[in-house]
């Protein structure tokens, strides 16, 4: 089993920067794929990063790309959003999710077995 518990929401203004953080415990060193998620009010999830453990490539999709970052701790227990240039659509529940095998072709919430509670980001203009 594993566990996830996100920490470092809160509120920012635009085009300032936050750092969220996701802890891992429980089977930690099964986990191949880690990836970020939001979720906006009346929105589906989207994701917005993710990292294959392995080599450490990342992905991210075009509407964050150049202002998202994900990174994983050496120790491989933590992984990190590093979020700057932050706009108020970027306002939403942030969830960070992993999968046991290597990172797949897709990004979808559905590849994400293991989820975390959420932690809120409010960016403000």
């Known amino acids: 089993q594993v566990q996830l518990v996100e920490s470092g929401g809160g509120s920012a203004q635009a085009g300032g920067s936050l750092r969220l953080s996701c802890a891992i415990s429980g089977d930690a060193y099964r986990i191949g794929c880690m990836g970020w998620f939001r979720q906006a009010p009346g929105k589906g999830r989207e994701g917005v990063a993710r990292i294959n453990i392995g080599d450490g490539s990342t992905v991210s999709p075009d509407s964050v790309k150049g202002r998202f970052t994900i990174s994983q701790a050496n120790t491989k227990s933590t992984v990190y959003l590093h979020m700057n240039s932050l706009k108020p659509e970027d306002t939403a529940m942030y969830y960070c999710?992993?999968?046991?095998?290597?990172?797949?072709?897709?990004?979808?919430?559905?590849?994400?077995?293991?989820w975390g509670q959420g932690t809120q980001v409010t960016v403000s203009s």
């Open positions: 999710a992993a999968d046991l095998w290597t990172c797949r072709g897709s990004f979808l919430v559905g590849d994400f077995p293991y």
